[in-house]
């Protein structure tokens, strides 16, 4: 079973998608497309959601440490010593991974199955859509932190909360008139949420090496064994989740081919909402327009030119570059790093208070 925007099977042979396949196997060693039984996993992913969570009743006031309490038990798969390799990984990104992931989200909004919940519920458009940026990286700092996800920290509390209000909206949108069972699966389904876990691990893996950042192949790999984790306490138990570098590439072609891109004006407003989130109208001031600009250069840099188009996001200019620019004391950082142990040291402190100071400051 599949919704009927899934779309992979007819597009993963176009001219387009051989191209990528020809060149993958060509550089990687590799076919960028994942075997078709992964593929049809996947696309039944769209019907699964939080089996536990959404058998509860809604509870508002009761503690997320309490509700959840019997479906926390670690995992066979779980290595504590994997979680904090990649939730170090993930630190050394600094702020830098808060804006990336942000504007990487904005190709996402295309697909129904991702806008309309976030349409339908309301919290992402309008003057709360930078309030929602900055509650997102408050979440990313408590769950990286040194044992942020272990019981009683801030970070696993964040991540239960928001299971909690997960199975509500799913709950509310699954019971209106409005939601496209067969189009879209389940609202917030296991398959949308494993690609959000992918749009903190691989992607900004790869694609932040832009930037300077030389996260390594075995680095991606804990950071995604980190952000499965995070999803385990969120309740994301899916059928199948990618483990290897290859596993992880393969489902960022298959994201690439499946989408049916009908998410229409919803997800131009979400779109736009994010664009204008740092706009320094009602702050002004020099550091407010930097701000802004470099929201707008990573939105720029890091988003396909016909996605930027399509949904009229502002131009950025030579804020575009702004990814650019630290390239070359990340590069040196990055590099001395593993060489003396005191400099990963002192860059995981210096990029931990880093990113307090960048939240602080927004707040």
Not at 312 to 321: F, N
Request: net charge positive; hydrophobic share 45%.
């Amino acid at each position: 079973m599949q919704p009927t925007d899934f779309l992979y099977f007819e597009r993963k042979e176009t001219p387009r998608a051989r191209a990528m396949r020809a060149a993958a196997r060509a550089l990687l060693g590799f076919d960028a497309a994942p075997p078709d039984d992964v593929a049809r996993t996947f696309a039944a992913m769209y019907y699964d959601g939080d089996p536990f969570a959404d058998a509860l009743p809604d509870r508002p006031s009761a503690r997320p440490e309490e509700i959840f309490a019997s479906d926390l038990a670690p995992p066979a798969w779980l290595d504590r010593t994997e979680v904090e390799r990649g939730a170090r990984a993930f630190r050394r990104w600094g702020p830098d991974v808060f804006r990336f992931a942000g504007a990487i989200t904005l190709q996402g909004y295309g697909e129904a199955s991702v806008a309309k919940p976030l349409a339908m519920a309301g919290g992402y458009v309008g003057d709360s859509a930078r309030r929602r940026v900055l509650e997102t990286a408050q979440f990313w700092i408590a769950v990286s932190e040194p044992g942020g996800l272990e019981p009683g920290a801030r970070g696993r509390a964040i991540a239960l909360r928001v299971r909690q209000m997960h199975a509500h909206v799913r709950k509310r949108l699954l019971a209106s008139p409005a939601w496209d069972l067969d189009a879209w699966g389940v609202p917030i389904s296991q398959a949308d949420a494993i690609l959000t876990l992918m749009g903190g691990s691989f992607l900004p893996g790869v694609a932040m090496h832009a930037m300077g950042y030389r996260t390594s192949a075995r680095e991606i790999e804990s950071l995604m064994h980190f952000w499965r984790w995070i999803g385990h306490l969120m309740g994301v138990r899916p059928r199948w989740y990618p483990t290897s570098i290859r596993e992880a590439a393969q489902l960022t072609f298959l994201t690439l081919f499946k989408g049916a891109h009908r998410a229409g004006e919803d997800g131009v407003r979400l779109c736009q909402s994010f664009a204008a989130a740092f706009a320094p109208a009602s702050r002004g001031g020099i550091r407010a327009r930097i701000d802004d600009g470099v929201h707008r250069g990573f939105t720029r840099f890091f988003l396909p030119r016909s996605t930027h188009r399509k949904n009229g996001l502002p131009r950025a200019g030579l804020w575009a570059l702004a990814p650019l620019a630290p390239f070359p004391f990340h590069f040196l950082v990055h590099s001395l790093r593993t060489l003396v142990p005191s400099i990963d040291e002192a860059n995981d402190a210096f990029q931990r208070r880093r990113r307090e100071r960048w939240l602080a400051a927004r707040l």
